[in-house]
T-cell receptor, first 112, second 115 residues
Framework: KQEVTQIPAALSVPEGENLVLNCSFT??????LQWFRQDPGKGLTSLLL?????REQTSGRLNASLDKSSGRSTLYIAASQPGDSATYLC???????????FGKGTLLTVNP | GAVVSQHPSRVICKSGTSVKIECRSL??????MFWYRQFPKQSLMLMAT?????????EQGVEKDKFLINHASLTLSTLTVTSAHPEDSSFYIC???????????FGPGTRLTVL
């Protein structure tokens, strides 16, 4: 059974700082990995999707990497802003089905 | 991008009543939709996979008679929580799968509170 772990559970940084969020998964046989953002009481916004054959994806100030063999992914946020404050969720899709397995998320607070 | 809506966004009901939540794909057809439940500070847990025109597939531990899922069209799936109890209070999120890109798009969620 796939398990996804995100570290840290919470992170508080001053505005402008670069930061890294970590995600690990137990079964490396994945189809893809996705990072989402969730604001309080809201649904999910997809940030980046990395296929199993890819090593990284970039979108603006966000960069996500994937090391499938070691079961790890990182989300790098450059020059953080207060508007980046949210919970960031990592999810992996299994190789044999469409199901997504989510981590518990990292609650990020960027202080002005 | 593809948009999924949910209705209602919030619902408060008395214990023992049934509540229906709608999930609609607004600008695409979703042959497959997914229903998740999220407890505070917890991850999203998949409850069931809903396929248009057929019975839903429930995850282990999810009572199919309590959580009724209907996917009658390519743009609408409904989740009915029957005889709701306070322990059913949670945040319910649906997603629709866009076949063309094999990507899931998530709805804004429904906050259910059972008194």
């Amino acid at each position: 059974k796939q398990e996804v772990t995100q570290i840290p559970a919470a992170l508080s940084v001053p505005e402008g700082e670069n930061l890294v969020l970590n995600c690990s998964f137990t079964d490396s046989a994945i189809y893809n990995l996705q990072w989402f953002r969730q604001d309080p009481g809201k649904g999910l916004t997809s940030l980046l999707l990395i296929q199993s054959s890819q090593r990284e994806q970039t979108s603006g100030r966000l960069n996500a990497s994937l090391d499938k063999s070691s079961g790890r992914s990182t989300l790098y946020i450059a020059a953080s802003q207060p508007g980046d404050s949210a919970t960031y969720l990592c999810a992996v899709r299994g190789g044999s089905n469409y199901k997504l397995t989510f981590g518990k998320g990292t609650l990020l607070t960027v202080n002005p | 991008g593809a948009v999924v809506s949910q209705h209602p966004s919030r619902v408060i009901c008395k214990s023992g009543t049934s509540v229906k939540i709608e999930c609609r794909s607004l600008d695409f057809q979703a042959t497959t939709m997914f229903w998740y439940r999220q407890f505070p500070k917890q991850s999203l847990m998949l409850m069931a996979t809903s396929n248009e025109g057929s019975k839903a597939t429930y995850e282990q531990g999810v009572e199919k008679d309590k959580f009724l899922i209907n996917h009658a069209s390519l743009t609408l799936s409904t989740l009915t929580v029957t005889s709701a109890h306070p322990e059913d209070s949670s945040f319910y999120i649906c997603s629709g799968r866009l076949d063309l890109t094999d990507t899931q798009y998530f709805g804004p969620g429904t906050r259910l509170t059972v008194l």
